[in-house]
């Protein structure tokens, strides 16, 4: 798979197509993966031209980052991650923790799961794609948490050590098994109270781990 290349110079982009033409790739990829679906395919299906896609995008990978991005930045915005000076830890950690689960187990995001895990079983290498979607979604969810976790350290809401391990930690938690059994199709995403209870019991366990003298502030 050779290198995206840069969107093409020109005159202005229209932001309507290129929303539209994120969203329109954001579902097919999820859909149908990512080498069956075609650019003719995605333009259709947002209404533009196919000339649009290498205007805004460079390219079918350039459009597929960006589709990532989009879903997980609509998901988890930076601003999730500033925690505000009234706000106790706990409560910042179940907003976090929603957005997480919401994200991680909404259909989409176990497809495109699906996806990555069945191309990943036909090489041995990593894929430039499975580098793209690491980089676009889960890379740039563990750095914001890890911002997140060292500010709170700095704080002294949570006591310190490696804040990358502790943001690892703490979506491994809110994944748990879970996540695991919706993947192989065993069970459907939990829903609404049972959500809910399950994003507060990984609070509450993360906090006993890390809070100073396992806390919860």
Do not use: N
């Amino acid at each position: 798979m050779t290198a995206a290349r840069p969107a093409a110079p020109g005159r202005p982009k229209d932001p309507e197509k290129r929303a539209a033409l994120v969203e329109a790739a954001g579902r097919l990829f999820c859909e149908s993966g990512f080498e069956a679906v075609s650019l003719e395919a995605i333009a259709q299906a947002a209404g533009v031209s196919k000339l649009t896609i290498y205007s805004h995008f460079g390219d079918k990978e350039g459009l597929f980052t960006a589709a990532v991005e989009a879903r997980c930045e609509a998901q988890m915005p930076h601003g999730l991650f500033e925690r505000p000076v009234d706000l106790p830890l706990r409560d910042a950690l179940l907003q976090i923790g929603q957005a997480f689960a919401e994200l991680v187990y909404s259909d989409d995001a176990i497809q495109l799961m699906r996806t990555m895990a069945a191309q990943a079983a036909q090489t041995p290498a990593p894929t430039r794609l499975a580098q793209l979607y690491f980089a676009a979604g889960p890379k740039r969810t563990l750095e914001e948490m890890e911002g997140f976790v060292a500010a709170a350290q700095k704080r002294g809401a949570l006591r310190s050590g490696p804040a990358g391990v502790a943001a690892e930690e703490f979506f491994v938690l809110l994944k748990g098994v879970a996540h695991f059994r919706c993947l192989l199709g065993l069970q459907a995403p939990p829903q609404g109270e049972a959500r809910r209870l399950h994003v507060e019991r990984c609070v509450d366990t993360f906090l006993l781990a890390h809070a100073p003298g396992g806390t919860q502030p």
